[in-house]
């Protein structure tokens, strides 16, 4: 886990420079062309910036060591920065609207737009290949910060993509108010991104459980590995950022000692953390009459 910890805060840090690199790049290729369309592009670029920044603050806070105040730890703090980072996609979202609004009133025409498309494709090939490394170790290291900021530069990959192809179009029909009309949609697709992020985000903020998969490699090691318990119920999973928590019942013969029963618990908890990444076991040990026949059975 220190080791991951360390590479999803590499990743983070790395990602600021690299945003302010494609802004920079985004708002050259508007300034030669004067097209709204770009200008929306280089707008939210801004968030990218921004996003890259809380993300970076953000992992390095969810990585505290858990303390008198905070007992479970920080993890959570990851989701924050994914929602605030979705709060920001949508701002940018309505700058691009208003934009848009004066340009269909007053279209103007591209100028030198060979140059600020061949910039702008720069841009959106940097942020292509970053994204696609954020988002592998995002799954990797279970960073929903991570994951957000690699979602949300994917999604402006497709905006800017669909701009360059959009303003060729325009340019070759001879059709300046499909420059803000772009703009627009482009405004619409960073909303719907938005949306995305914040509402995964708020899922984990509420004790989202675990992935299905997951919850099912949770109870085939308890299956494999509680041998002398009567049975496991009442499993209750919940995910806060890259560790996963799991909580359940233990049912054992009355008369079973302590050291053994304990002996058990030892090894259930030691397969789980083995077997799935980030796992917090809590078990709670109870005598047969408890049993609800339920669960996962042992015996």
Same mark, same amino acid.
């Given at each position: 886990?220190?080791?991951?910890?360390?590479?999803?805060?590499?990743?983070? +840090?790395?990602?600021?420079?690299?945003? %302010?690199?494609?802004?920079?790049?985004?708002?050259?290729?508007? &300034?030669?062309?004067?097209?709204?369309?770009?200008?929306?592009?280089?707008?939210?670029?801004?968030?990218?910036?921004?996003? *890259?920044?809380?993300?970076?603050?953000?992992?390095?806070?969810?990585?505290?060591?858990?303390?008198?105040?905070?007992?479970?730890?920080?993890?959570?703090?990851?989701?924050?920065?994914?929602?605030?980072?979705?709060?920001? /996609?949508?701002?940018?979202?309505?700058? /691009?609207?208003? !934009?848009?609004?004066?340009?269909?009133?007053?279209?103007?025409?591209? !100028? #030198?737009? *060979?140059?600020?498309? #061949?910039?702008? *494709?720069?841009?959106?090939?940097?942020?292509?290949?970053? =994204?696609?490394?954020?988002?592998? +170790?995002?799954?990797?290291?279970?960073?929903?910060?991570?994951?957000?900021?690699? &979602?949300?530069?994917?999604?402006?990959?497709?905006?800017?993509?669909?701009?360059?192809?959009?303003?060729?179009?325009?340019?070759?029909?001879?059709?300046?108010?499909?420059?803000?009309?772009?703009?627009?949609?482009?405004?619409?697709?960073?909303?719907?991104?938005?949306?995305?992020?914040?509402?995964?985000?708020?899922?984990?903020?509420?004790?989202?459980?675990?992935?299905? =998969?997951?919850?099912?490699?949770?109870?085939?090691?308890?299956? =494999?590995?509680?041998?002398? #318990?009567?049975?496991?119920?009442?499993?209750?999973?919940?995910?806060?950022?890259?560790?996963?928590?799991?909580? %359940?019942?233990?049912?054992?013969?009355?008369?079973?000692?302590?050291?053994?029963?304990?002996?058990?618990?030892?090894?259930?908890?030691?397969?789980?953390?083995?077997?799935? !990444?980030?796992?917090?076991?809590? /078990?709670?040990?109870?005598?047969?009459?408890?049993?609800?026949? !339920?669960?996962?059975?042992?015996?």
């Amino acid at each position: 886990m220190p080791h991951a910890s360390k590479t999803v805060r590499q990743l983070a +840090f790395w990602s600021i420079p690299l945003a %302010f690199g494609v802004m920079g790049l985004k708002f050259v290729a508007w &300034h030669l062309t004067g097209s709204i369309a770009l200008y929306s592009d280089a707008l939210e670029s801004i968030v990218n910036v921004i996003a *890259a920044l809380a993300a970076f603050f953000a992992i390095g806070y969810a990585q505290k060591p858990a303390d008198t105040d905070h007992p479970y730890g920080h993890h959570k703090a990851e989701y924050f920065s994914a929602v605030l980072e979705g709060v920001l /996609i949508v701002v940018a979202a309505l700058l /691009i609207v208003h !934009e848009a609004a004066g340009g269909l009133l007053a279209p103007q025409r591209i !100028e #030198a737009p *060979a140059l600020g498309l #061949a910039v702008n *494709a720069s841009a959106a090939l940097v942020n292509g290949i970053w =994204a696609a490394v954020l988002l592998r +170790f995002g799954r990797r290291h279970r960073s929903p910060a991570l994951q957000a900021d690699g &979602h949300h530069i994917l999604s402006d990959v497709v905006t800017s993509v669909g701009v360059i192809l959009g303003l060729g179009l325009a340019l070759a029909l001879d059709q300046p108010r499909l420059d803000p009309l772009l703009a627009i949609i482009v405004a619409m697709n960073v909303l719907w991104q938005g949306w995305k992020v914040i509402s995964s985000s708020v899922n984990g903020l509420m004790d989202r459980a675990v992935d299905p =998969a997951d919850e099912l490699r949770i109870q085939t090691i308890i299956k =494999a590995e509680a041998q002398g #318990a009567i049975e496991a119920h009442d499993i209750r999973t919940r995910m806060a950022g890259r560790v996963s928590f799991v909580e %359940f019942h233990l049912v054992v013969d009355g008369n079973m000692s302590v050291e053994e029963s304990h002996r058990i618990c030892d090894r259930l908890e030691s397969a789980l953390r083995n077997g799935v !990444e980030g796992i917090r076991v809590i /078990i709670h040990v109870e005598p047969s009459h408890k049993a609800k026949d !339920e669960g996962v059975l042992l015996t």
